[in-house]
């Protein structure tokens, strides 16, 4: 079945070249995934939150943050924050908030900062 993917002129529509552009990305974040997971055994959105916690002047933030930077939900966020935390040398460590006790802080610990860097170099290999 053949899909009527241009305008009227012609031109591929802006809603094709969306298309076009979500397949091309989705693509080059399975073989991302699969860099990840070969590399180091992380999971590709792990690897997003390893590198933003990295970038943090303190490697820490909330876990309400690290949904949002991360593009997940808070409950998926948690999963995803406990299987790092539960890792044989964590990558992760949980830590409540001093100040408000209901607030739950991620750090980066230094077994984190390796599996980052074993995965960042092949991502960086990849792209």
Same mark, same amino acid.
């Given at each position: 079945?053949?899909?009527?993917?241009?305008?009227?002129?012609?031109?591929?529509?802006?809603? @094709?070249?969306?298309?076009?552009?979500?397949?091309? !990305?989705?693509?080059?974040?399975? =073989?991302?995934?699969?860099?990840?997971?070969? +590399?180091?055994?992380?999971?590709?959105?792990?690897?997003?939150? =390893?590198?933003?916690?990295?970038? @943090?002047?303190?490697?820490? !933030?909330?876990?309400?943050?690290?949904?949002?930077?991360?593009?997940?939900?808070?409950?998926?966020?948690?999963?995803?924050?406990?299987?790092? +935390?539960?890792?044989?040398?964590?990558?992760?460590?949980?830590?409540?908030? @001093?100040?408000?006790?209901?607030?739950?802080?991620?750090?980066?610990?230094?077994?984190?900062?390796?599996?980052?860097?074993?995965?960042?170099?092949?991502?960086?290999?990849?792209?």
């Amino acid at each position: 079945m053949e899909r009527n993917s241009t305008a009227a002129d012609g031109s591929a529509t802006k809603l @094709e070249a969306w298309m076009q552009s979500c397949q091309e !990305f989705r693509r080059t974040e399975q =073989l991302l995934e699969g860099a990840t997971q070969s +590399a180091a055994g992380l999971s590709l959105n792990e690897l997003y939150l =390893l590198h933003h916690l990295l970038a @943090e002047p303190e490697h820490k !933030f909330r876990v309400q943050d690290a949904a949002r930077l991360i593009q997940l939900s808070q409950s998926a966020t948690s999963r995803l924050v406990m299987r790092l +935390a539960s890792l044989a040398e964590p990558a992760v460590e949980r830590r409540m908030c @001093e100040i408000d006790k209901r607030g739950v802080y991620i750090h980066l610990t230094e077994a984190g900062r390796k599996l980052h860097a074993q995965a960042a170099q092949s991502v960086e290999a990849l792209l």
